[in-house]
């Protein structure tokens, strides 16, 4: 007995995908918020790695902002002069007190040194910390700024497009960003990323003729 796997499969695939193409003409426009609340998580996240980076610096008195460049400096210094600023910050020898009973009643106080070890693992977290609030803080920045970018220039969002889905016609690409908003060309570049190549070129290459028939259709009742 044959089977024949291919029946009922490409009708059904067909199908979906003008679906897609449908959702994404008849509802273009109305994605805009959705990509501005996308946009604004990410001003959220940088604001997030600012603030902790301020909280921080507000509890270890003004020392964490300069913590790690201190550090770097520190490397760079003669070895008899310079003072760690790990060990100035998170000290691993402090003077004690410890009052005690003596034989007449009386509370004595006796001076020690202590040792915090806790701190030698201190330092290297929080140095770690540093360059890492600054790594992700430097990465959000440009991030935000691209985003900007791609905001501002349709040509850059041309670019993108031509980037994740190079199969397709370059000329589908400029006809769907000229005619679409920020937020249809977000949804369109999110579904790039979650849907076969080969699928989505049929998807762009249908949508760019439903908008070049849509600007004919308009164009010919101007003229009339």
Known sequence: MQLDVGVGFEPDLTLKKQAIVD???QSSGHHDWYAARYYFCEVLSFV??????????AFF???????GLNVLEFTQLDQETRLDPMIRIFPRVTKC?????????????????????????????????????VFLAILTFFMLMFGLVIIACPSVRVY?????????????LYI?????????????????????????????????????TKGKDYDHRMLI
């Open 23 to 25: 959702y994404l003409y």
């Open 48 to 57: 997030n790695v600012i603030a902790q980076m301020f909280l921080l610096d």
């Open 176 to 212: 769907i960003v000229r005619k679409s908003t920020i937020g249809d060309w977000f949804l369109l570049y999110l579904l790039g990323k979650n849907m076969d190549s080969y699928i989505l070129k049929d998807i762009v290459a249908d949508l760019a003729q439903r908008y070049a």
């Open 97 to 133: 007190k410890f009052y005690k009973y003596g034989p007449s009643a009386n509370i004595e106080t006796i001076d020690a040194l202590c040792l915090l070890p806790l701190n030698i693992i201190n330092e290297k977290i929080y140095i770690f910390l540093w360059f890492w609030f």
């Open 160 to 172: 993108m497009l031509n980037l994740r889905f190079r199969i397709s016609q370059l000329n589908h």
């Open 61 to 67: 008195e003004g020392e964490f902002m300069r913590y």
